[in-house]
């Protein structure tokens, strides 16, 4: 059983930061990528930013030079530094996992609001 646990939303006026925390528990034995995506009220889920089991990146270009993704491995948590957000950043924020090693092998986490607004 892998359980996904997030942290660090939450009303931020624009210009502000923030940073979310996805830690993973459970029956783990591998992780490859660890990503972040977000979903705004009518729109599709889109993805934020990912890290390789390499340490490798990649961001939407929508948030490239304002967003940090990292991981640390010895905690298995994903972390998402943001800066310099903007009204458009609001949405609600989901962590992803990719464990090859277990049946279910991609996991979510239950979401975490950011809102951006004065």
């Known amino acids: 059983q892998v359980q996904l646990v997030e942290s660090g939303g939450g009303l931020v006026q624009p210009g502000g930061s923030l940073t979310l925390s996805c830690a993973a528990s459970g029956s783990i034995l591998v992780i490859n990528a660890m990503g972040w995506y977000r979903q705004a009220p009518g729109k599709q889920r889109e993805l934020v930013a990912v890290?390789?089991?390499?340490?490798?990146?990649n961001y939407a270009d929508s948030v490239k030079g304002r967003f940090t993704i990292s991981r640390d491995n010895a905690k298995n948590t994903v972390y998402l530094q943001m800066n310099s957000l903007k009204p458009e950043d609001t949405a609600v924020y989901y962590c992803?996992?990719?464990?090859?090693?277990?049946?279910?092998?991609?996991?979510w986490g239950q979401g975490t609001q950011v809102t951006v607004s004065s």
């Open positions: 992803n996992v990719d464990m090859p090693t277990t049946r279910q092998r991609y996991y």
């Open positions: 890290v390789t089991g390499g340490a490798s990146t």
